[in-house]
């Protein structure tokens, strides 16, 4: 029996996500030749991902491809797809900041850059959303540092801590921090509500709303949503008429299933993490919930965290109303989510127009690669 193509891969995971790591050169260009590749590469269509490397999870089942820039401003060139697990789809719309947080390691340990001890940093152009990303990496004798003491709420153990800075974030898609030039807006729901909003793109579109605006708390955790589908209905309505509120999409059923994102946002309080932890209010700035593809996410999002924070520091927002005040003056936010908490730094200004202005958005968080060698096609 013949091997079939075999192609050189990376299982490495980036934050609370897990991706396959490819070679731009070992693929064909971008389209349906090189998305049938990956496809299979990954085992879908399939819910169990059997014959592939997907985990069967939206966490898991993301492909980085990443290759030498051309740009004078950019080290690496790196693309992320969202691999559909029981759709035929390899989705692009959006960038995947967990899966980011792994780009510089693989870019130090694979020669793209030249290393530098003990920080390397590495510029990143990431072709979702045509903007460069900065990361910050460890590095010892020209190799990335895995072993650390940081930790990230959702990932087990500890790891080096790189930083990943995303610059010029602001209008990632659309092109304005806020895409409808409104801080609030009004949307009508299929069930004759009527509730606030506040849509931000800021290193990806999203759109948030308040937890008690449409009947829930805030804490929900994934494992609920098995048994109260109306929790995932309401972020998914919210979440595609947003889309067509900032011109994302002419109309719902055309929504990317990854962009926008959707948050669901509530004042700090206490609550059990999917683990059984407590977490103290003192503990977070606020609690929030968002989606990943068709599920709830077990933890939060690294670009919706960023844009989550750039949220909580525009005055007039959803968000804003619900986060700790000291949040306004540090500009360090504390999520809450169904893991734990992640930390985002993000300051916002205004313009002399009066217009808020995207200053600084930056995160924190571990990488590990799990294997490299070949997969088979």
Known sequence: MGEGQRIRAAVIRGGTSKGVFLFEDDLPPQGPARDAIILRIFGSPDPRQINGLGGADP????VAIIGPSSRPDADVTYTVGYVGIGQASVDYQGNCGNISLAVGPFAVDEG??????????????????????????????????????????GVPGSGARIVVNFMKAAGSKTGKLLPTSRVVDVMDLDDGRRVRCSIVDAATPAVFVQAEDVGLTGTELPAQTLTSPNILAIMEEIRAKAAVLMKLAPQRSDVSPAVPKVGIVARPRSYQTSAGESIDSSACDLIARTKALAVMHKAYAVTGGICLGAAAVIEGTVVYEVVNPEVKRTGM???????????????????????FELVKSATAGTARRIMDGYVYV
């Open 112 to 153: 793209f850059v030249s290393a530098t001890e003990p920080i390397t940093r590495v510029r990143i152009f990431n072709t979702n959303t045509n903007r460069i990303l900065e990361a910050e990496v460890p590095v010892r004798n020209g190799r990335f540092i895995s072993e650390g003491d940081f930790t990230m709420d």
């Open 333 to 355: 936010v504390r999520i809450g989510h169904p893991s734990g908490v992640s930390s985002f730094l993000v300051s916002v200004a205004k313009t002399p127009s009066g217009e």
């Open 59 to 62: 966490l898991t089942s993301k």
